[in-house]
């Protein structure tokens, strides 16, 4: 020990399980660099809330008191001037989110979790009946102006009796990784395709701008995730333990709810999470479905962009500020479940 050289010393560890001095120091300043990286995005925003006009525009400062004298103007237009139209976006957002994100959790971890555990195989025919049928009635009610009511029971009546009748002539069927393929590509798929006859079918059952219409929208466009997501999980845990459930009378549903959700906690966290901040965030569906009741905040921050005076950014870094604290509470609620849950969920197998 007394004859190692100073770079052994450094970079070798004195025993077992000990990080070397050296190593420490290149290791903790690399995310030290790495931390205040990624933080001065936030740090620029926060402070830029609190510039002046002049302070903004005249270059780069960076500490309050020292570079510049911190202003309240930003926080007082919006929350003392605009205070209405502040408080109604943002209180719309928190709703939709939270309703989205618990829809979207509920029914996709079921789904997850019948996908994980029933082998299905639907024919290939009938999806295609059923497809066929339903374009079918939305041709009728988009075209031809009939009752949406009436179209939807005359498309289901009609793939019932086509079943009936043609069913016995397919083969092919689908298998679960085929279902999982079709979920996932939905959400692949771009949603300025799909908007315009979402608006329209919101329209014709007088849902435009109204919560329900974007909570429903939201928990359909996020659920491939959470069925992508969850299944991995549900395929982890043991289903020894369903099955010692069911042999004591435990239905599938009683079995899913008090054994197999409890020990998916970490991958519900995060699934949770990841889905409430693009629920948060979506701008183009709450652009196209809300006019003024359901407005949500990023349709606000489109707004003051749009404004005459141009981009305000001590009025936008306040909107900012605001929008990610929601975002900030629910991680550190849920943060000792995110790192295990993420592992998690990237194995597969």
Known sequence: MAERTLMERLFEPAQIGHMPVGTKIVVYSLLLFWTAFVLFPIYWVFITSFKSAVDVNSGPVYLPFIDFKPSL???????????????KAYTNSIIISLFATALSVLIGSMAAYALARIEYAPKFGSILIFVLSMIAAFVGVGVYGVDWRLACAVAVAV????????????AARLGNGDILF??????????????VPIYMMFQSVGLLDTHLAIILTYAVVNLPIV????????????IELEESA????????????????????????ATTLLVMI???????????????????MPILVAAMNAGERGILWWNMSVVIVVMII????????????IAKGMLLGAVKG
Request: neutral net charge; charged residues 15%.
């Open 73 to 87: 103007h930003a926080w007082k237009e919006l929350f003392v001037f605009d205070w209405e139209d502040t408080l």
């Open 227 to 238: 069925i992508w997501l969850m299944y991995d999980f549900f395929k982890s845990i043991p």
């Open 326 to 337: 929601p975002v900030v509470v629910m991680a550190i609620i849920l943060q000792r479940f």
């Open 182 to 195: 079709w979920m996932i590509s939905q959400r692949i798929l771009a949603p300025v395709v799909v908007v």
């Open 246 to 269: 069911q042999l004591d009378g435990a239905t599938r549903l009683l079995t899913f709810f008090d054994i197999v959700l409890p020990l998916s906690k970490a991958g519900l966290a």
């Open 159 to 170: 793939f019932f009796f086509l079943i009936k009748a043609l069913g016995r002539f397919y």
């Open 278 to 296: 693009l629920a948060w965030n979506e701008y183009l569906l709450a652009l196209f479905l809300s006019t003024s009741k359901a407005q949500t």
